[in-house]
Structure formats: C-alpha cells, structure tokens
Nanobody
C-alpha cells in the first residue's frame, strides 16, 4: 500500500503562485510515477502533470504548460507542483496519485490522496 498526503492549497489572487506538496509513504518502491490531477466543481477529474521517480522530462496538460512545474525529491518521497500565473479556471481540488502500471506518460493510478483545495480569485 501507498499513502499520499497533499498540502499547500489555499486562496490566491489571479496571477499569484502556490506550491503543492505530496508526501508518499509505504510501498513507494512499487510505483513508477507520480501524477497530479484536479477536479473543478461540476467537472470531471482532469490530468495535470506526471513525473517519473527515475527521472526524465515530465509531461503536462497543454493548459498548464509554461505555468506549472512538477518536481520530485526522491529522498523525501515527495512530489511538488509549483503553480505560477494562476488563473480563476485553475480553481479545483488538486489530487496526487501514484502510478504502478503503464507507459510514460500514461499510467494507471492505484493510489490517491484526499486532495487539497486551490481557489484562484479574479
């Protein structure tokens, strides 16, 4: 089992920044990659970004390219999502997930955190 805990969400004005963290524990060696997803009210969950524990370039959804950066600290089993130039449409609950099956950048995610709320005011 893998446990994931997100933190760092909050309320920010448009144009501002936030950094989300996702701390992983348990059998993290059974996972290949970590992803960030988000779900806005009334919308389906959306993929945001993914990074492999082993390194290599991350992958982003087009709507966040150039604004969001995903990174990892293997020693801390923690993944980050630096979000800059935030827009009201970025408002959502952000979830991290651990993927143990699949081929980059498309994984099957077996473990999910509970999410952290990000609200961007205009």
């Amino acid at each position: 089992q893998v446990q994931l805990v997100e933190s760092g969400g909050g309320l920010v004005q448009a144009g501002g920044s936030l950094r989300l963290s996702c701390a992983a524990s348990g059998r993290t060696d059974s996972t290949y990659a970590m992803g960030w997803f988000r779900q806005a009210p009334g919308k389906e969950r959306e993929f945001v970004a993914v990074i492999r524990w082993s390194g290599g370039n991350p992958y982003y959804v087009d709507s966040v390219k150039g604004r969001f950066t995903i990174s990892r600290d293997n020693a801390k089993n923690t993944v980050y999502l630096q979000m800059n130039s935030l827009k009201p449409e970025d408002t959502a609950i952000y979830y991290c997930a651990a993927g143990s099956r699949g081929v980059f950048p498309r994984y099957e995610y077996d473990y999910w955190g509970r999410g952290t709320q990000v609200t961007v005011s205009s």
